[in-house]
Each structure stands twice: as C-alpha cells, then as structure tokens.
C-alpha cells in the first residue's frame, strides 16, 4: 500500500525530484501519516464481520476520536459464504437459502453504521455465475437480504431485489489476461498468462442502477498494474470493442 501510495505521488508530480533529501524525507512524512490512518481488521467468520461492524463506534471513539472514517472498505463479502453453507447443509438445517440469516446480521450491522457514521463503503465480491454466455455479468450468488439491484425474471423482466443496503454503482473488474474457457471446458493456451513482464489491464464496468433516471447508465474505464504500480486511465483512452466476454471476475460494490 505504501508503495503504490509512492507511485501516485511521483505520478501526480512527476517534476519532483524525489532523490532530493528534503523531498524524501517530507514525502516519508506524508505516507507515514497516511498509513497511520489506514486501520485493519481481520475477522474469521460471518458472526466475527458481523460484531466488527457492530463494534465500529466504539473503537472510533477510543481509537479515532479526532480523526472521521471516510471509507469503509470489506473484502469480500462472500469470503465465508462457502462455510456458513457448509455448516447449515452438513447439519441438515436445510437449503443454501438459509445462510441468509448469517448475511442478514453483516447487512444490518453495516448499513447502521452507515446510517451513524457516512462514510464512502466499498464492497468486494465475487462473481461466479454469468448471465448468460456472452454475457459481461454476473448473477448474484449471496442470498437476500444482500442487494442485487440488477436482478431479472426469466423472461428478462428486472426484479431487484429489495434490501436495506442501497447500492449506489456496481463495478464488474475483467481481467484481460483471464481468457474464457473453451466449449471442451478447458482453458486455452496463452503465452502472455503468467508473464510478470506484461502489464495487467483491468477493464471496469460500472452500472448506476435506476433511481431518479429510468434507465441504468454503464460506462467504462481501464486501469494498469505493474511492477511501476497502478495507473487509471481516463475513459476516453480506455479501449473496448464489441460485447466483453468473461469467464469470472470480482465484483465491486
């Protein structure tokens, strides 16, 4: 983190000389503040996310009493779906669906503090069934009451889901490296995979669900990762072409 917070300073500043001692040593002043705002949590299971979440307040009034959460980050919110699964259909407590129950404590306690404290919240997921196959999405995995704004009927009808957590802007992340797999189900060969040389690009789909406007507006953007760092690009250089096919790719809330 620290050193991709580095590469951004040198991008914003590229007249900088940063092997000047006055420079670095200010510009170490400045990430070490910026680290010392970041704040780690590491929970084990849903109920551990859950009581994070609920605790939240207090540890920013002990912790954080002069400074605001600007940002609530989780990722990803499905890392303990496969277990809270696991444990109801092993214990014969019934279907998938009712994990939901584990789910509903991470959404309720999220979306109060929320409500208490409005800060920017960014959620990661993962997509793992696609909508079709030409299609650049992906149905939603996690049971009510998680928000799937995009969700339709079988006849293509929308029917969104209704939830307690809004989401404001659905990005889907596509790998371009990541090739879809063939109709044998084998993944083709590719020579660039794997290649720490090449530079990934990220394409970025981002969709508005409907709320004042009738329609949802998507629109696109491409980032860069290499050894350099990360670099966004702006959406008029971003490159796209036709329909984008995936196989899978994280969801970002």
Not at 61 to 74: A, S, V
Not at 133 to 147: C, D, E, I, W
Request: hydrophobic residues 40%.
């Amino acid at each position: 983190m620290e050193a991709l917070l580095e590469q951004r300073f040198q991008d914003s500043f590229p007249n900088v000389d940063l092997n000047d001692e006055a420079v670095a040593i200010q510009l170490q002043e400045v990430l070490d503040e910026a680290m010392d705002r970041l704040h780690l949590f590491r929970p084990i299971s849903s109920g551990s996310l859950a009581a994070t979440l609920h605790t939240l307040p207090q540890y920013h009034y002990k912790k954080m009493k002069d400074e605001e959460i600007c940002m609530l980050m989780i990722d990803g919110m499905s890392s303990f779906y496969w277990q809270d699964r696991w444990k109801v259909e092993s214990t014969g407590g019934g279907t998938w669906q009712n994990t939901s129950y584990a789910i509903a404590g991470v959404i309720r306690t999220l979306q109060s503090f929320r409500e208490s404290h409005n800060p920017v919240t960014i959620i990661t997921n993962w997509a793992l069934s696609p909508l079709s196959s030409r299609s650049s999405f992906f149905k939603q995995h996690l049971p009510p009451p998680f928000p799937a704004p995009f969700e339709t009927a079988a006849d293509g009808t929308p029917t969104p889901r209704i939830s307690p957590l809004e989401v404001t802007h659905h990005i889907t992340l596509i790998n371009s490296r990541q090739s879809p797999l063939s109709q044998s189900g084998d993944l083709p060969e590719d020579p660039n995979v794997g290649d720490p040389a090449e530079p990934i690009v990220i394409q970025g789909i981002v969709r508005t669900p409907p709320k004042d406007i009738p329609d949802t507006i998507i629109n696109h953007f491409e980032f860069l990762v290499a050894e350099a760092g990360v670099t966004v690009l702006p959406i008029e250089e971003a490159q796209f072409e036709g329909a984008i096919e995936l196989a899978a790719s994280p969801e970002l809330y």
